[in-house]
């Protein structure tokens, strides 16, 4: 299979992957108890006649097929439907939040590549030292601290403690550390661990120990040759992180009270607002696919094997 | 003669392999057991509460509202005066009912389907693969965050919310590792004797094919912890008398300038959990994984 050929099946699969993660995220939100009429209106003032009406309008009393096919057409033609609580159109609430977001996604993960390759490279090349233990206990730290302890323990001392820092907010640059750094220690542990890893595989491998046979320095070996290997692998877990992240804006967002999508949806979900939930995990799910199949492609690109493989 | 010195040969090295992994106390070995040790004693926790809080999380000291951590309150008292490290103590329940008991749906079931896709194969390993993309297209915590919301506060809601999120991660695994079995000489061999599927399935698969499935639901544990407490934390779990972890946490936010310590140690808790299950997690990878070795 040429290489073209394979990105357009890869591109098929993501296509249908979009369109069943529309009907699952359809499913469980059509589960959801309570009547979103009744919470729209109080039915202490509200005659039966005006919430049969109301859900009329909005379609509620169609059954779940017809109400699947009326919302798939309508977001076809881009209309992700209005939010019960203030009727505001979903799609333009969520691409105005959506770059808040994606700046917040793309410096945790500028950050997370930093300290994840540094530290996973010198991790491996100065193996059982203290610099690798260190590292390693960053990358532990890094996967089992909750983002909204490690937020909270951030603010605590950069905004209350020191004063540097501001604790919430989204207007400068200034907001942006702190959650960046939150979120991005997540990614930075994945990275560390993956890299290390790979690395000590590497260099195991007997092209490097025909390398050194060769007499090139060490660091030529390790930084050219070993180093270039080792990353292949770890551009996947960098690419899955970017779509973990963007997800993780949820609970960090909420930490630092900062606008963006991750916000909508929670305080969508607290007020049951059923459009908007449905609308921001659809559009996080076409987001995840997009960056799944862009690493994909890279990957084919970067990898000479994978590209010759089938 | 010879065949009795081969077979000497033969016995003595597991034997000696054993021997060595049990007095072995290095510097990483050291960290597993202390490891160890904090989960024994979390759990301890979440079994016998009354045993090992100082106080009733509920009585609110009055005379001691929001006071730091001293000798009579070790982690201080929250803004009703309750006893901040006997309500961690109580709150280790929760927060561990909804990390095991999602591993173990979300790990049976997960890893039954990829049991099932890897062993069948053919349409069966098609029609369960689609369905695993599409639950990885949604981001787990999205996902459990929509399922939750769907069916309402509740512990074991978002108990099962974390385990449905966490079904394609196990799926993935057992499938990978049934299709490595099932191809081995032994299971072959067995085959050509005769021996019916489910057989070799229950006698010959599953019993080596647990060690891949344990790793993976020991570093489950951790994740889903955090993905359960993060529910809590935006509010998706229960409301109780004695919150979990993250709830309680949550708490403490409108305190971080006058009470720092109500956050921070229920987030200590969770750190400390996860971490050493995460440390067992890799001594536990490292020790069947031949690659790593």
């Given at each position: 299979?040429?290489?073209?050929?394979?990105?357009?099946?890869?591109?098929?699969?993501s296509f249908?992957s979009v369109l069943?993660s529309l009907i699952l995220v359809f499913?469980i939100i059509y589960?959801l108890?309570?009547?979103p009429?009744?919470?729209?209106?109080?039915?202490?003032?509200?005659?039966?006649?005006?919430?049969?009406?109301?859900?009329?309008?909005l379609?509620?009393?169609?059954?779940?097929?017809?109400?699947f096919?009326e919302y798939f057409t309508a977001i076809l033609h881009g209309d992700f439907g209005q939010s019960l609580i203030n009727s505001d159109p979903v799609l333009p609430k969520i691409l105005m939040h959506f770059s808040a977001t994606l700046i917040l996604t793309l410096t945790s993960t500028?950050?997370?590549?930093?300290?994840?390759?540094?530290?996973?490279?010198?991790?491996?090349?100065?193996?059982?030292?203290?610099?690798?233990?260190?590292?390693?206990?960053?990358?532990?730290?890094?996967?089992?601290?909750?983002?909204?302890?490690?937020?909270?323990?951030?603010?605590?001392?950069?905004?209350?403690?020191?004063?540097?820092?501001?604790?919430?907010g989204s207007?400068?640059?200034?907001?942006l550390?702190?959650p960046?750094?939150?979120l991005?220690?997540?990614?930075?542990?994945?990275?560390?661990?993956?890299?290390?890893?790979?690395?000590?595989?590497?260099?195991?491998?007997?092209?490097?120990?025909?390398?050194?046979?060769?007499?090139?320095?060490?660091?030529?070996?390790?930084?050219?040759?070993?180093?270039?290997?080792?990353?292949?692998?770890?551009?996947?877990?960098?690419?899955?992180?970017i779509g973990e992240m963007m997800a993780g804006t949820v609970v960090i967002e909420t930490?630092f009270s900062r606008q963006g999508i991750g916000r909508i949806i929670a305080d969508a979900i607290m007020a049951k607002d059923l459009p908007v939930i449905q609308g921001v995990i659809f559009f996080s799910a076409i987001v995840y696919v997009i960056i799944n199949l862009l690493?994909?492609?890279?990957?084919?690109?970067?990898?000479?094997?994978?590209?010759?493989?089938? | 003669?010879?065949?009795?010195?081969?077979?000497?040969?033969?016995?003595?090295?597991?034997?000696?392999?054993?021997?060595?992994?049990?007095?072995?106390?290095?510097?990483?070995?050291?960290?597993?057991?202390?490891?160890?040790?904090?989960?024994?004693?979390?759990?301890?926790?979440?079994?016998?509460?009354?045993?090992?809080?100082?106080?009733?999380?509920?009585?609110?000291?009055?005379?001691?509202?929001?006071?730091?951590?001293?000798?009579?309150?070790?982690?201080?008292?929250?803004?009703?005066?309750?006893?901040?490290?006997?309500?961690?103590?109580?709150?280790?329940?929760?927060?561990?009912?909804?990390?095991?008991?999602?591993?173990?749906?979300?790990?049976?079931?997960?890893?039954?389907?990829?049991?099932?896709?890897?062993?069948?194969?053919?349409?069966?390993?098609?029609?369960?693969?689609?369905?695993?993309?599409?639950?990885?297209t949604i981001p787990g915590i999205l996902l459990a965050l929509a399922?939750?919301a769907a069916?309402?506060?509740?512990?074991?809601?978002?108990?099962?919310?974390?385990?449905?999120?966490?079904?394609?991660?196990?799926?993935?695994?057992?499938?990978?590792?049934?299709?490595?079995?099932?191809?081995?000489?032994?299971?072959?061999?067995?085959?050509?004797?005769?021996?019916?599927?489910?057989?070799?399935?229950?006698?010959?698969?599953?019993?080596?094919?647990?060690?891949?499935?344990?790793?993976?639901?020991?570093?489950?544990?951790?994740?889903?912890?955090?993905?359960?407490?993060?529910?809590?934390?935006l509010?998706?779990?229960?409301?109780?008398?004695?919150?979990?972890?993250?709830?309680?946490?949550?708490?403490?936010?409108?305190?971080?300038?006058?009470?720092?310590?109500?956050?921070?140690?229920?987030?200590?808790?969770?750190?400390?959990?996860?971490?050493?299950?995460?440390?067992?997690?890799?001594?536990?990878?490292?020790?069947?994984?031949?690659?790593?070795?």
């Open positions: 299979m040429t290489l073209i050929s394979k990105a357009l099946v890869r591109i098929a699969n249908v069943g499913c589960l108890p309570g009547d009429v009744l919470s729209m209106i109080d039915p202490s003032v509200a005659t039966p006649e005006m919430i049969e009406n109301l859900r009329r309008e379609g509620l009393d169609q059954p779940f097929y017809v109400q096919v500028i950050f997370s590549i930093v300290i994840g390759v540094t530290l996973g490279v010198l991790s491996a090349i100065y193996r059982n030292k203290w610099i690798d233990i260190l590292a390693r206990l960053v990358g532990l730290f890094g996967i089992s601290m909750p983002t909204f302890w490690s937020g909270i323990l951030l603010i605590l001392i950069f905004s209350v403690n020191l004063n540097w820092l501001p604790a919430m207007d400068d640059w200034k907001t550390i702190l960046s750094l939150a991005g220690f997540v990614g930075a542990g994945l990275i560390i661990r993956m890299v290390r890893t790979s690395m000590l595989e590497v260099v195991n491998e007997q092209f490097i120990v025909t390398l050194r046979a060769k007499g090139l320095s060490e660091r030529v070996v390790m930084y050219r040759h070993a180093l270039r290997n080792a990353l292949i692998p770890a551009i996947t877990i960098i690419g899955m992180n930490v690493v994909d492609l890279s990957y084919s690109v970067i990898d000479p094997r994978v590209r010759r493989s089938h | 003669m010879k065949e009795a010195i081969n077979s000497k040969t033969i016995w003595s090295a597991p034997k000696w392999n054993l021997i060595k992994l049990k007095i072995n106390l290095s510097a990483s070995n050291l960290f597993v057991y202390v490891a160890g040790m904090i989960v024994l004693f979390i759990v301890a926790c979440a079994l016998f509460p009354q045993w090992i809080a100082p106080y009733s999380p509920t009585h609110m000291h009055t005379e001691f509202i929001l006071s730091p951590p001293s000798a009579l309150h070790l982690l201080g008292t929250d803004y009703f005066g309750r006893d901040v490290l006997s309500l961690v103590v109580y709150g280790s329940r929760d927060s561990l009912i909804i990390g095991v008991v999602s591993v173990l749906i979300g790990g049976g079931i997960g890893g039954g389907l990829g049991a099932l896709a890897g062993y069948v194969g053919g349409v069966v390993d098609m029609i369960f693969m689609r369905f695993t993309d599409i639950l990885m399922i939750a069916l309402g506060p509740s512990l074991m809601n978002v108990v099962l919310a974390v385990a449905v999120s966490s079904i394609p991660g196990y799926t993935r695994v057992m499938r990978g590792q049934m299709m490595s079995i099932k191809k081995r000489q032994f299971v072959v061999a067995s085959r050509s004797i005769g021996t019916p599927n489910w057989r070799i399935l229950i006698w010959h698969i599953l019993p080596n094919s647990w060690s891949p499935l344990l790793v993976m639901a020991t570093i489950g544990l951790g994740t889903s912890i955090l993905v359960g407490s993060g529910l809590s934390f509010g998706l779990g229960v409301i109780k008398e004695i919150p979990d972890w993250g709830a309680l946490l949550a708490q403490g936010r409108g305190y971080l300038t006058t009470g720092w310590w109500i956050s921070t140690f229920p987030g200590l808790a969770i750190t400390l959990f996860v971490l050493s299950v995460n440390i067992i997690g890799d001594k536990l990878r490292d020790m069947y994984d031949p690659k790593t070795k």
